[in-house]
C-alpha cells in the first residue's frame, strides 16, 4: 500500500499564500501521474493540478492558472502546492493523489484514474 500524507492546509485571508506538500511512503516509478484535487460540498471533485511524476510538464486548471504551482522532490517522494494569491473560492478540501500504475496522464484530471489518495487538507481563505 502506499500512503499519501498531506500537509500545509490552513486558514488565511485573501491574498495569503499557502504550501502543501505532499508525501508518498512507498516508492514510485516515474511515469506516474500525480495530482492535487479540491471538493467542495455539492460539488464534484475538481483537478487542479497534475504533474507526470518525473516531469517538468505541469497542468493546471483555468481558474488557478499563474497563482498556483506544482512541482516534486523525486528523491523524497514528494509533491508540493503553492498557492499564491488566494481567493475565498479557492476554500475547499484538497487531496493529493497519485495513480496506481504507469500510464499517460490525462487532463484535465480525472479522479478515477487516481488508486492512491490522502485523507485530504482543509484550506479557508476568508475575506
Known amino acids: 500500500q502506499v500512503d499519501v500524507v498531506e500537509s500545509g492546509g490552513g486558514s488565511v485571508q485573501s491574498g495569503g499564500s499557502l504550501r502543501l506538500s505532499c508525501t508518498l511512503s512507498?516508492?514510485?516509478?516515474?511515469?506516474?501521474?500525480t495530482g492535487w484535487f479540491r471538493q467542495v460540498p455539492g460539488k464534484e471533485r475538481e483537478g487542479v493540478a497534475g504533474?507526470?511524476?518525473?516531469?517538468?510538464?505541469?497542468y493546471y486548471v483555468d481558474s488557478v492558472k499563474g497563482r498556483f504551482f506544482i512541482s516534486q522532490d523525486s528523491a523524497q517522494m514528494t509533491i508540493y502546492l503553492q498557492m499564491n494569491n488566494l481567493k475565498p473560492e479557492d476554500t475547499a478540501m484538497y487531496y493529493c493523489?497519485?495513480?496506481?500504475?504507469?500510464?499517460?496522464?490525462?487532463?484535465?484530471?480525472?479522479?478515477?484514474?487516481?488508486?492512491?489518495w490522502g485523507q485530504g487538507t482543509q484550506v479557508s481563505v476568508s475575506s
Open positions: 504533474l507526470l511524476f518525473g516531469s517538468k510538464q505541469p
Open positions: 512507498q516508492p514510485i516509478s516515474s511515469n506516474h501521474c
Open positions: 493523489a497519485a495513480a496506481g500504475s504507469r500510464r499517460s496522464c490525462t487532463w484535465p484530471l480525472v479522479p478515477s484514474d487516481y488508486a492512491h
